[in-house]
């Protein structure tokens, strides 16, 4: 408890925190818009790639929770950040068609790349598309990864995401994967700074005990972990990352974070 006293900013994580399987979670909503009366600065952060910033914002506001533009950091903006940063103009996507529009100041190259791009692009991973990445990154191109989370939950059940793929193809290649979503740094710095907080004055709030709690706390933030989403007791009890915080879920942030 002694570290949430520290907080004067919030992340908070998106899929597992505040809805689940398509369902806004009890109390998400209510949540949000008590944290935002109390004056608590706020940004909604999320591995996913499988939407655009555009997408992800309509998105939360179809469930009842506003979020500006600004306010939004998906790992599509950490790659363009990441990219911009480095000069770099010619990229190809293993992302879904609809996250294009966020690498609008790029050029599509599927000839010779300068990086490879990838993300969650779920059943339409195929060997092809596997196969293409793998030889665009023999040719030269920068390896980025949205993010590397093994799964995510659906209706369906456990189904994989990003990071076995993201595995695949450095074991092919050699080449080792710049991570420019959860939990790089680069990704929660830039957020932090859009707060005008440094990382240790802010907590990140989410299901993942590893990108969420451990990514924030390797940097010097407060981790706080919600038994909700992918949340598992087992893996809590076997790893050692310890959550500066462990609450049952987003409704019960309000009351710890404003007293």
């Not at 570290?3 to 009890?26: F, K, N």
């Not at 010779?112 to 040719?139: C, E, H, Y």
């Not at 010097?220 to 609450?247: C, M, N, V, W, Y």
Request: glycine share 12%.
């Amino acid at each position: 408890m002694a570290a949430i006293g520290s907080v004067h900013g919030l992340l908070l994580d998106l899929d597992g925190t505040l809805y689940d399987c398509g369902e806004v979670l009890p109390g998400a909503i209510e949540a949000v818009a008590a944290l935002r009366r109390g004056g608590v600065p706020l940004r909604f952060v999320t591995n996913t790639s499988r939407f655009s910033r555009r997408e992800v914002g309509q998105y939360l506001e179809s469930l009842g929770i506003a979020a500006g533009r600004d306010e939004l950091f998906t790992t599509t903006v950490g790659a363009t950040a990441w990219l911009q940063v480095r000069g770099i103009e010619r990229v190809a996507l293993c992302l879904p068609e609809a996250t294009e529009e966020d690498f609008a100041g790029f050029k599509i190259d599927r000839s010779k790349p300068q990086a490879v791009v990838v993300g969650d692009l779920g059943s339409d991973w195929t060997f092809d598309v596997m196969n293409q990445a793998f030889r665009w990154i023999l040719q030269g191109a920068l390896l980025v990864a949205t993010h590397t989370n093994r799964f995510w939950r659906t209706v369906d059940g456990p189904t994989l995401d990003a990071g076995p793929f993201v595995a695949a193809l450095e074991y092919a290649t050699g080449a080792e994967a710049t991570v420019v979503g959860k939990p790089s740094r680069e990704f929660f710095q830039s957020a932090a700074d859009s707060l005008g907080l440094g990382l240790n004055a802010v907590a990140m709030v989410g299901d993942d005990i590893v990108n969420d709690v451990g990514g924030i706390q390797a940097l010097g933030g407060t981790g706080i972990l919600l038994r909700t989403g992918k949340f598992s007791q087992a893996e809590l009890t076997q790893s050692h990352i310890k959550p500066d915080l462990l609450l049952d879920s987003i409704a019960d942030l309000p009351s710890v974070i404003l007293g």
